[in-house]
C-alpha cells in the first residue's frame, strides 16, 4: 500500500494512505493589500492523490531541482527562480507542461469590491473550497488532507476559515483535515505550490497594472495543460446575495 507520512508542525506524524487527495496550499501577499509595490493576495497551490504523488511530482521535481537548479538550497521558492538559462527554462517548462497534477489559485487585489463583511481571507478560503470541488469532479479520494506551510499570520486565520468544513464527493460528504507543515520542511509538494500561487498572484498584478497580455510562466502552469487540471478565480467583485 502507497502512503505518505507527513511531520506536521506540532511534532506529530500523519499517515495519508493512498486514495486520500490533498491539497498542498501556500499565500502571496497581504489580505488589506498593505505593500504598495503587490497589492494582491491569494492562496492555492496544487493537489494529487498520494498514490500518484511519487510519480507526478516527488521524483520529477527532486530530479528537476539537482540536475538543473544544483546551485539552489532547499527548500526552492519561486523567487529563486528569476533569470533562468534557456535550459533552466526548458526543465520548468517541461515540468510544469508534462506532469498531469492539479493546480488551483485564488487571487484578489485593492481592486476588488466587495459588498459583505467578510475579509479576504475568509473570501479566499470559500472560494478555494469551490476549487477544490472543481478539480475533485475529476478524482476518487476517501479523505481531503490540506496542508498549509506555517507562516506568522496568515496561517490561523486559513485553518479558522477552514475548519469543520466539509465537501461532497458523489453522494457522500467528507471531512476536511488540515496541517500546517514547518517552514524549513523540504517538500517537493509545497515547493510546487509556493510557485503556483505566486505565479498566479503575479499574473494578477500584471493584469491591474493594465497589461494586456498573459506572462508566459502563468501559461505554462494554468494554461498549456488539460484544463481539467486547474481551477483559478480572481475576485473582482463580492454582492450581497439578494433575499427572495
Request: charged share 30%.
Amino acid at each position: 500500500m502507497i502512503e505518505i507520512i507527513l511531520d506536521l508542525k506540532n511534532g506529530e506524524k500523519k499517515r495519508l494512505p493512498e486514495n486520500t487527495f490533498v491539497v498542498a496550499v501556500d499565500d502571496t501577499g497581504h489580505e488589506e493589500f498593505k505593500d504598495p509595490n503587490y497589492q494582491v493576495f491569494g492562496i492555492g497551490g496544487c493537489a494529487f492523490l498520494v498514490r500518484d504523488y511519487q510519480r507526478l511530482i516527488e521524483r520529477p521535481w527532486n530530479y528537476m531541482c539537482q540536475h538543473f537548479f544544483p546551485d539552489i538550497g532547499r527548500p526552492i521558492h519561486a523567487t529563486d527562480l528569476r533569470n533562468l538559462s534557456s535550459t533552466q527554462h526548458g526543465a520548468f517548462k517541461h515540468f510544469f507542461e508534462k506532469f498531469e497534477f492539479f493546480r488551483i489559485a485564488v487571487t484578489a487585489s485593492v481592486k476588488s469590491e466587495k459588498e459583505v463583511e467578510a475579509n479576504f481571507i475568509e473570501i479566499a478560503g470559500a472560494s478555494l473550497l469551490q476549487r477544490i470541488c472543481e478539480i475533485g469532479e475529476w478524482a476518487e479520494f476517501d479523505r481531503l488532507f490540506i496542508l498549509f506551510e506555517e507562516s506568522e499570520r496568515i496561517e490561523m486565520k486559513v485553518l479558522q476559515s477552514l475548519s469543520g468544513k466539509k465537501i461532497k464527493q458523489n453522494s457522500k460528504e467528507i471531512k476536511i483535515e488540515l496541517g500546517l507543515i514547518p517552514k524549513s520542511a523540504s517538500i517537493p509538494a509545497m515547493e510546487v505550490a509556493d510557485i503556483i500561487i505566486h505565479t498566479a498572484g503575479a499574473q494578477t498584478k500584471s493584469r491591474i497594472s493594465g497589461k494586456k497580455e498573459v506572462r508566459k510562466d502563468f501559461e505554462i502552469i494554468f494554461r498549456n495543460v488539460d484544463n481539467r487540471l486547474v481551477s483559478f478565480a480572481e475576485i473582482t467583485r463580492i454582492e450581497k446575495t439578494k433575499s427572495l
